[in-house]
């Protein structure tokens, strides 16, 4: 027993040796929309209210226990970077112990020691972890809190144990407070101990009405308390995405995850290995319970219409349960083609990180950032900025500053605004459909960056409330088009893609009274 532990243990620290390359190696990533969170996380730390702008209550944030995690840290004096990172940190250590956890009790025995092991490695050495544990966004903590879940009713599966359910259920209800559509993951679950458990009929329903009722109980108190303070049974987030024609949806949803076979080639491996042993109808309890919350998850993912950040960041909650998924459809197998199959996806997932070239901050964080900076120190306090880089720019541009999110992620009315037109290319981006050039124009904003961070001219406009102000005749009346050199540090330089110094920012000043 304890050789076996020491093994699996291990597995772990040899996992997170793979991992600590992979996060140096593209250490310079950071996400523009971490920036949002952190916004809110700030505010939170300073005021002890969760607000966009002072005053206005919106809730463009995805994650209300990230948000408040990030606040204590901050509070404690870490930067705001690095409190997104750390706490993603920890998240995966987590994950890969949880892992480690969930495939003892899929394949217990000394025997199968190598089996789990590549199936931990397969988590670790995935680009989609590493990245996102940098790129600062929740995806890693809803990772480890969903495994953390399987963990407790894989082994509750093998020894049905009351207290079990009760841990997995503590895990879920902390998923659904940071990313809501981990609802989805949950309910699969439940069915999963449906038709995977080998107890009584009323047993599996107890425990079924456990996992999922208590998380649900805690989603439906959210929501109760989102209603009383923001008036929304959602977050703007749901609303802001959630208005593109489904036929068009699905078709990005299909295509998001076709593209992810080549990020994660566990996602294929998987579901063709788990397909093969279903069709010749091999299967076990962990198999089953599995099977059903992972592919409950994708098909809600491809119904979601995927999404438009880089490396499945959608997908990265799920590395670990494909990974569990493809262990247990093979337990069936001999040793020797087990390992053989769960080797093959561990190396193709270490293949792809190795040829990977090493990853920036995206494109809106680095030029949103170099603006932010402009912004804050030679633009007059007290105004108020419409823009679409809703993440870097007023988070660094912030102090005594109101800003406008012309996509409508921190702004109710461009969020549930209804019949949307389709008048851009780029509105076809997940979360991009959305805005409103006149209710921009009754807020008589002070100024008005159209298209990404650094602007382009109207008649260039990139989304739809840029495209909006182009045909409205006091858009042309009241603002003039004004272009500022912006020069910046080689620090600031150093972090992403190289571009001309000075930056040309090109911008609309509103000049009626």
């Known amino acids: 027993m304890l050789r076996r532990i020491s093994v699996d243990s291990l597995s772990v620290f040899v996992a997170l040796g793979v991992l600590a390359y992979l996060v140096s190696k593209h250490s310079a990533f950071f996400h523009d929309d971490t920036y949002i969170t952190l916004r809110y996380a700030r505010t939170l730390a300073d005021t002890g209210l969760i607000q966009w702008n002072p005053g206005e209550w919106a809730e463009g944030y995805t994650s209300l226990l990230h948000v408040v995690v990030l606040s204590w840290f901050m509070q404690l004096g870490v930067s705001a970077i690095a409190s997104a990172q750390l706490v993603n940190a920890i998240a995966v250590f987590v994950l890969l112990m949880m892992t480690a956890v969930s495939a ?32 600062g966004l929740e995806a890693v903590v809803v990772a480890a ?31 659904i407070l940071t990313r809501l559509d981990a609802s989805v993951f949950i309910a699969g679950s439940g069915l999963g101990l449906l038709l995977a458990s080998s107890e009584s009929r009323r047993a599996r ?33 749901f609303y802001a995405k959630a208005d593109l024609p489904l036929s068009e949806k699905l078709l990005n949803g299909a295509e998001y995850l076709t593209d992810a076979v080549v990020t994660i080639p566990t996602l294929g491996i998987a579901l ?18 599995l099977l059903s ?12 219409g995927g999404d438009h950040m880089p490396w499945a960041r959608m997908l990265v909650p799920l590395i670990a349960p494909l990974a569990l998924l493809l262990l247990a459809s093979l337990a069936m197998m001999d040793v020797r083609t087990r390992n053989t199959v769960i080797g093959a996806s561990a190396l193709a997932t270490l293949v792809v990180a190795l040829v990977e070239p090493p990853k920036r901050r995206d494109r809106a964080a680095h030029f949103g950032e170099i603006v ?3 912004i ?37 009315v461009i969020a549930k605004r209804r019949n949307v037109p389709i008048l851009t290319e780029r509105q076809s981006w997940p979360g991009h459909a959305k805005g409103d050039g ?51 540090s080689e620090e600031l330089a150093r972090k992403g893609e190289e571009a001309p110094n000075p930056l040309r920012l090109l911008y609309y000043t509103r000049v009626c009274p």
């Open 104 to 135: 003892r009790a899929v394949v217990p025995g000394r025997e199968n020691w190598l089996g789990r092991a590549l199936t931990v490695l397969t988590v670790a050495g995935s680009t989609p972890i590493a990245l996102w544990i940098l790129g």
């Open 145 to 175: 809190l969903l495994v953390s879940g399987l963990a407790a009713l894989l082994t509750h599966l093998r020894r049905p144990h009351p207290g079990l359910l009760a841990l997995a259920a503590l895990a879920y209800a902390l998923a």
């Open 205 to 237: 329903l107890t425990a079924a009405v456990i996992v999922v009722g208590i998380p649900a109980a805690v989603s439906f108190i959210q929501m109760g308390v989102r209603w009383q303070i923001y008036k929304e049974l959602f977050p703007l987030t």
């Open 272 to 289: 063709v290995v788990a397909g093969f042993m279903w069709k010749r109808a091999h299967l076990n309890p962990a198999m089953k319970f």
């Open 293 to 304: 919350a992972t592919v409950l998850q994708l098909l809600y993912i491809c119904w979601a």
């Open 372 to 374: 932010g900076h402009h």
């Open 376 to 412: 804050d120190s030679t633009w007059p306090t007290g105004i108020t900025i419409a823009l679409n880089t809703a993440g870097s720019t007023p988070f660094v541009a912030g102090q005594n500053r109101t800003f406008i999110d012309m996509l409508g992620l921190n702004d109710p």
């Open 438 to 488: 006149a209710y921009v124009l009754s807020r008589a904003p002070d100024r008005i960056i159209i298209g990404p961070s650094h602007g382009v001219d109207v008649s260039e406009a990139w989304f739809l409330t840029g495209k909006e102000l182009e045909g409205l005749p006091e858009f042309a009346r009241c603002y003039q088009q004004v272009i500022e050199p912006v020069y910046y």
